[in-house]
Nanobody
């Protein structure tokens, strides 16, 4: 099994920044992808950003250069730096660990952006 521990959510004003962190432990050897999805009330979960073991990244279309995903392979940690936050970024943010066909999810951390 894989355990994911998220931190860094909270309340921020529009235009502000937040940094989310997710640490993975357990059965995490081998090539994998880590990253973040988000889900707002009444909406489907959507891709925010992912990064694989080689450092290749993938971002949701809405990010438009505002967020940066990075990882520390030695610490099995993925970081999401979110800048220029907008009220529409308000959602639960969920950490993902993907290895092959298996996805593991964190419990989520709430991000609320006030206008």
């Amino acid at each position: 099994q894989v355990r994911l521990v998220e931190s860094g959510g909270g309340l921020v004003q529009a235009g502000g920044s937040l940094r989310l962190s997710c640490a993975a432990s357990g059965f995490i050897f081998g090539d994998n992808t880590m990253g973040w999805y988000r889900q707002a009330p009444g909406k489907q979960r959507e891709l925010v950003a992912t990064i694989n073991s080689s450092g290749s990244t993938n971002y949701g279309d809405f990010v438009k250069g505002r967020f940066i995903v990075s990882r520390d392979n030695n610490k099995n940690t993925v970081i999401l730096q979110m800048n220029s936050l907008k009220p529409e970024d308000t959602a639960g943010y969920y950490c993902l660990f993907r290895r092959g066909p298996l996805d593991y999810w964190g419990q989520g951390t709430q991000v609320t952006v006030s206008s």
